[in-house]
């Protein structure tokens, strides 16, 4: 029962200052965290259902099951991440937790 | 260059007949797109922002580049999606399109 964190980041003031951030101190502490099967990220290029361009970025992290990741949040590498994150995400980002189906 | 289209239904109005639709009906006529190379859908279980449950379901549905994702959306078995899609969506659900990074 694989569950994957997604976080949708909200437009960067500076996109730039953002995506240097982001790939070269943000993505380099997810490949930390314990137990990540997989990290996905991209930058949303259109939005197809007439509304706004909410989001700048994706990124989404597999684990194995539900405890995987608790424990992985519960570790020092997940802590590091997560005090990184509140420094560079814009208001009204979203994290949300996603249950895959089978 | 793979792209992705992410799906993200907000609360229908019953879960249950939301969902029967959904896997009985809509995912097999997502499996029918051409150019599909894989689908990803799952159920949000938790919210980590401190903000709304808005989002039901998410599907994510990738593609070899953005001329083949183009090209499903003009054949005829996208089209078929799309208006099942139109018919099952609860009001708010969102329709990105991701750029991965490599």
């Given amino acids: ?11 960067p003031e500076d996109q730039a200052v953002f995506d240097e951030h982001y790939l070269g101190v943000h993505m380099p502490l997810v490949a930390k965290i ?4 997989r990290a996905e990220t991209g930058k949303i290029g259109a939005v197809l259902d007439g509304g706004e361009q909410t989001y ?28 990184d994150y509140a ?9 949300l937790v996603e249950v895959l189906d089978d």
Same sequence: chains 1, 2.
């Fill in 1 to 11: 029962m694989t569950v994957k964190l997604i976080v949708m980041y909200t437009q």
């Fill in 34 to 37: 314990p137990g990540l099967e």
């Fill in 56 to 83: 700048y970025r994706v990124a989404e992290l597999y684990f194995a099951d539900q405890a995987t990741m608790e424990a992985a949040f519960g570790s020092a590498e997940g802590a590091a991440t997560a005090q």
């Fill in 87 to 95: 420094k560079i995400a814009p208001p009204g980002s979203r994290m």
